[in-house]
T-cell receptor, first 106, second 114 residues
Framework: GENVEQHPSTLSVQEGDSAVIKCTYS??????FPWYKQELGKRPQLIID?????GEKKDQRIAVTLNKTAKHFSLHITETQPEDSAVYFC?????FGTGTSLTVIP | DAGITQSPRHKVTETGTPVTLRCHQT?????MYWYRQDPGHGLRLIHY???????DKGEVSDGYSVSRSKTEDFLLTLESATSSQTSVYFC?????????????FGQGTRLTVV
């Protein structure tokens, strides 16, 4: 299987600041890189994804960048809000990272 | 939300007993997955299926077996439950024909082995 590493494991930011979460992977043949958000007590849900033929994708305050050569990809959340507080998971195909607990401080 | 239901939602069982968790979907999606979620480990893939009677092992398959006799049902069996299998189990489904796409998760099953 894939080896997905995710950092940091916890992240606290002030409301309005940006948050960045990074993931690395091992299999250069991987092509699908989704990000999921899991609120407390809820199921994970997709927030954004990117495929290997694209280097960057944006959706309002959320963006994902992919560097296939270096085998890493990142999630960027701008203008953070308290409701962004959750656990975020990166994934490579069907294999998940260990998660980042994001806290946005009002 | 995608039509995916896990049962039971909560279960307490004794060490050494067999346990079966059920995942049922109404989306006719081809791919189904079982994950376990533990603090510090994220979501770890146990087994997955690419179609009826087509299953394969994931990252942490020891002590687990699966069956998929119908498109809509994917069963996870703990053959002899151990305390290390206490966890939250998530089923997920995805569509796609030959490519991996977004996974939709069930509500989760909280299993406690005492």
């Amino acid at each position: 299987g894939e080896n997905v590493e995710q950092h940091p494991s916890t992240l606290s930011v002030q409301e309005g600041d940006s948050a960045v979460i990074k993931c690395t992977y091992s299999d250069s043949a991987s092509n699908y890189f989704p990000w999921y958000k899991q609120e407390l007590g809820k199921r994970p849900q997709l927030i954004i994804d990117i495929r290997s033929n694209v280097g960057e994708k944006k959706d309002q305050r959320i963006a994902v960048t992919l560097n296939k050569t270096a085998k890493h990809f990142s999630l960027h959340i701008t203008e953070t809000q308290p409701e962004d507080s959750a656990v975020y998971f990166c994934a490579v195909e069907i294999y998940f990272g260990t998660g980042t607990s994001l806290t946005v401080i009002p | 939300d995608a039509g995916i239901t896990q049962s039971p939602r909560h279960k307490v069982t004794e060490t050494g007993t067999p346990v079966t968790l059920r995942c049922h979907q109404t989306e006719n999606h081809r791919y189904m997955y079982w994950y376990r979620q533990d603090p510090g480990h994220g979501l770890r893939l146990i087994h997955y299926s690419y179609g009826v009677k087509d299953t394969d092992k994931g990252e942490v398959s020891d002590g687990y077996s699966v069956s998929r006799s119908k498109t809509e049902d994917f069963l996870l069996t703990l053959e002899s439950a151990t305390s290390s299998q206490t966890s939250v189990y998530f089923c997920a489904i995805s569509s796609g024909t030959g490519v991996i796409t977004e996974a939709f998760f069930g509500q989760g099953t909280r299993l406690t082995v005492v």
